[in-house]
């Protein structure tokens, strides 16, 4: 049962725009989301992540946008640079433990 | 500050096999968790350990296995390898779980043949 939805699947951007993926959840004891981003060869890398009591967080280019009761969250990459290509997921931790629940990834191509 | 160690990188083992992962995980960090990642399913929670007791598990039949030592590393063992079992298995550690965060290692590349 996947119970976090990520979309796009993949995503192409010019440098410079705006890259936005969006995650949605269906379980309420989630508390913590976090992004990661993932080159080839790579393990996933911590970006930015947001607990359920706060709307938005910003750190540079990344924000993350979450909205509790549509239980829906998203990741907005600005200025968006050839060095951002990768794939990037959505999770979310249960309460009961640290399992993370990973969406199914999208796929970011930045064209120069 | 060294990251999250896993060894070895590459595996190939043949059907049937059994195979053991090393996970060395950031120093201080006491939580170490394994996935597995696959093209078809993505990145799945196999289980979390903590001071050496398992603390989580996912829904991977019994022949994944983990442990954890005094020290924090953590070992997973597969027997039984099916052709399915082809992934990358990725460990990441925590200081305790909780907002920290996870630090991921590049993983451990198996091959079943």
């Known amino acids: 049962q996947q119970q976090v939805k990520q979309s796009p699947q993949s995503l192409i951007v010019q440098k410079g725009g705006?890259?936005?993926?969006?995650?949605a959840y269906e379980n309420t004891a989630f508390d913590y989301f976090p992004w990661y981003q993932q080159f080839p060869g790579k393990g996933p890398a911590l970006l930015i992540a947001i607990r359920p009591d706060v709307s938005e967080k910003k750190e540079g280019r990344f924000t993350?946008?979450?909205?509790k009761s549509a239980k829906q969250f998203s990741l907005h990459i600005m200025d968006s640079q050839?060095?951002?290509?990768?794939?990037?997921?959505c999770a979310a931790r249960g309460a009961a433990g640290n399992k993370l629940t990973f969406g199914g990834g999208?796929?970011?191509?930045?064209?120069p | 500050k060294a990251g999250v160690t896993q060894t070895p990188r590459y595996l190939i083992k043949t059907r049937g096999q059994q195979v053991t992962l090393s996970c060395s995980p950031i120093s201080g960090h006491r939580s170490v968790s394994w996935y597995q990642q696959t093209p078809g399913q993505g990145l799945q929670f196999l289980f979390e350990y903590f001071s050496e007791t398992q603390r989580n598990k996912g829904n991977f039949p019994g022949r994944f296995s983990g442990r954890q030592f005094s020290n924090s590393r953590s070992e997973m063992n597969?027997?039984?390898?099916?052709?399915?079992d082809s992934a990358l298995y990725l460990c990441a550690s925590s200081f305790s779980g909780g907002d920290y965060g996870y630090t991921f290692g590049s993983g451990t590349r198996?091959?079943?043949v």
Do not use: H, M, Q
């Open chain 1, 18 to 23: 705006i890259s936005i993926i969006n995650c």
């Open chain 1, 106 to 111: 999208t796929r970011v191509l930045v064209k």
């Open chain 1, 82 to 89: 050839p060095g951002d290509s990768a794939t990037y997921f």
């Open chain 2, 78 to 84: 597969v027997s039984t390898l099916e052709l399915g």
């Open chain 1, 64 to 67: 993350i946008s979450f909205n």
């Open chain 2, 110 to 112: 198996l091959t079943v």
